[in-house]
C-alpha cells in the first residue's frame, strides 16, 4: 500500500505561480513513475505531467507545455510541480498518482489514469482572472 498527499495548492491571480509537491509512503517497491493529473468542475481527470523513476522519461500535456514543471526526488520520496503563468483554465483538484505493478512510462501511457495505482486525495488550485 502506498499513500500520497499533496500540498501546495491555493488562490492565485492569473499569471502568479504555484508549487505543488507530493508525498509519497509506504511500500512502493524499488521504482515508480509518478504523475499529476487534474479535475476541473464538471469536468473529466486529465493527465498533467508524467515523470519515469530515473527522471529521463518526462511528459506534459500540450496545455502546460513550457509553464509546468515537473521534479521528482527519490531520496525523499517526493516529487513536485512548478506552475508558473497561471490561468483561469488551470483551475482544478490536483492529485498526484504513483504507477508501481504497470508497465514503464511511454508516450503512449503516460496520460491514462489506469497506468498510475495509487492516488492522492487532491490539492485545490483556483487562479482568478
Known amino acids: 500500500q502506498v499513500q500520497l498527499v499533496e500540498s501546495g495548492g491555493g488562490l492565485v491571480q492569473a499569471g502568479g505561480s504555484l508549487r505543488l509537491s507530493c508525498a509519497a509512503s509506504g511500500r512502493a517497491g524499488s521504482r515508480y513513475a509518478m504523475a499529476w493529473f487534474r479535475q476541473a468542475p464538471g469536468k473529466e481527470r486529465e493527465s498533467v505531467a508524467a515523470?519515469?523513476?530515473?527522471?529521463?522519461?518526462?511528459y506534459y500535456a500540450d496545455s502546460v507545455k513550457g509553464r509546468f514543471t515537473i521534479s521528482r526526488d527519490n531520496a525523499k520520496n517526493a516529487m513536485e510541480l512548478q506552475m508558473n503563468s497561471l490561468k483561469p483554465e488551470d483551475t482544478g483538484v490536483y492529485y498526484c498518482?504513483?504507477?508501481?505493478?504497470?508497465?514503464?512510462?511511454?508516450?503512449?501511457?503516460?496520460?491514462?489514469?489506469?497506468?498510475?495505482?495509487?492516488w492522492g486525495q487532491g490539492t485545490q488550485v483556483t487562479v482568478s482572472s
Open positions: 498518482g504513483v504507477g508501481v505493478f504497470g508497465p514503464a512510462l511511454t508516450a503512449t501511457n503516460w496520460g491514462r489514469s489506469n497506468t498510475y495505482d495509487y
Open positions: 515523470i519515469s523513476w530515473s527522471g529521463g522519461s518526462i
